[in-house]
């Protein structure tokens, strides 16, 4: 049974026709794929907030599915570029830490280094372009039913880069942790999992402020401060019909303190 | 005969994986269904200018379309989850008032509440995104053929949610209006509809100056500004090569001012 | 053989609905044909932009493929409308020069006006949408299969509407260029070809800084301004991890100077 769809993930943005070139490449080798965005305005060079991003949508696609996630800071340097298998599809990517969360869920069956220049669009790829030259090329081909096996050199996955992600921390009086990503609303995801805190009775405390456990966004009045678990599972501070990250004047990385009560 | 499309159109933006994740519930039930993206970048929470947006759209797509709309400040609350059928296709929403526009050009023919958890993704919904966990799944199976009295209980037409939208006055020297968006180009599109003033001698007074009627946009130098009628539909102020709501320091319901002449 | 992708680029951004409206347009026409978005963030209104990014795709996507693509800041004035055939597909847009970057590269086997109404949307269109009106229409009949000969009457290719691009300048030292596109990344593109500079040695001067010559992003420190071929063939200055454009303060059009060594 092949794949349906490649689902892609990158931080090249939607002006300068990258993701489209990339979707032609595909095209070029598999016209019939289905192609799912799943983001390109991944903060540039942010490995960390694509591997976040990636990990939420992959519980929601369908199994087998080919995923193609491109961002690159080191391309052309001597980084690894890598395809792995899992339960749930295959993921082509460059070894610098991008699939970190996804491979959380779903652990690495198999893994290859991509060294088979036979399943690059280009034998000599550009030096500053290996999502068009090598990653997409190999995704459509693994979408067609190419083995893994044929695209290189098998790898250990326990050698795969893995980012080192801020700790939680245990308090006598709660948990301290930080803000992992924000999103387009302002909605601020931290990084304390929902399923320490779920059922319990908490109040987060910021800088001098003390915010609310609600159930919802509109549990409170427009403008209000409230914390609750988002729909990808992590303790969100949020401002119903506003945007926590200016109102709270809070960013990326920023600690927060939830307390038992 | 099912329906080959489902257009979507949301304030989700396009960095975070939302619509991505929308797109593999979506996937999931229906791996052959063609989705047209509208828009995702509504500005958050503005359901008048998603159902603006939505009824523009509304008459280009083909015939038994679903369409998927959420914007969806009150998510979570006890705001209904809502599907309509009309003459030309079926709409799915939250009953918050999105579809305003749409039903005014295309009657409810029926609708139902979203109760049949059968047709849901997830029974037990986050209480932050209905979209991925009711609505796109529920869009997919009426895409699949599935009637659309399964999906809930049978609700009065009449009942659904209308916005309130801003009334042009008539006065006895013109029409006074207001701008009811404001697109990318910062064109300024007006509540005063063609009907009222195609083949009629007017122009548009703003603040203290006067803006002539045109046919089109390089009817006047580079950098003047102008009036006509829009490609949906009303009265539009524009600027050839020029952006009118910079330029002239207007804003999302502001009042303009037609004048007979 | 007909094709089986329509790329578009244009410049109406993802925000209004008009991008959905055109791929709605083209659905009713031809429901399976597969659309691959180049871009539709084209700076407003800059033909100079459109008509390099699409050249720097154009390369990548099937052959056959039919180009519609529309930066149309004369829409309703008397410009023409065009499609056109090449050895590589077909091509639909405005005649006011943005094929320029793809012709260099393919040249046109015919040319038609679209003047024949029969393969219009709308017989009488909008003066301010012939995006929707003519050309998506026109481009999916194609798809379809329609012979270009069909769409209108028959043009001299010579007679196209070419952009004047800025041209490089060789002095006793080296290379007088220009910047010709910045991408979302701030990286700064010149119009100083690969071919003229490829395998020799050289830097390039920037007001008061001499910026090496490297090969790949990386090869520097995080921070470093370095200059190198790009992707698409041209000598391109950028920073390991930031933008060029911000760090530099260089915009579009501004002069650099190569210097060989």
Redesign the interface.
Known sequence: MFP??I?L?TD??????????I???I??IN?QI?T???????P??NVAAASF??A??YD???SR?VYLAIVD?????SRRGIAVETDRGYLVAPDNGLLTGVLQKSPAIEAVELTNREYWRAPQP????HG??IFASVAAHLANGIPIELLGQSIDPDSLKKLELQKIETTTTGIKGSIQ?I???GNLITNIPAKTIEGKSWCVRIKDSVISQV?????LDRGSPLA????SGWL?IAI??GSASSSLDLSWGDTIELIWI
């Open positions: 349906h769809s689902a993930l090249f943005g939607l002006a300068d026709g990258y993701v489209g070139t979707e032609g490449v095209a070029c016209p289905r799912i965005h799943l983001s390109h305005d991944i540039p060079q991003c990636l939420n949508c929601y696609l369908p599915t800071p080191e391309v052309g340097s550009s030096s500053t372009f068009r030259d990503y999103d387009r609303f159930d919802t966004y509109s549990s609750l678990i988002s729909s969100e119903n019909s």
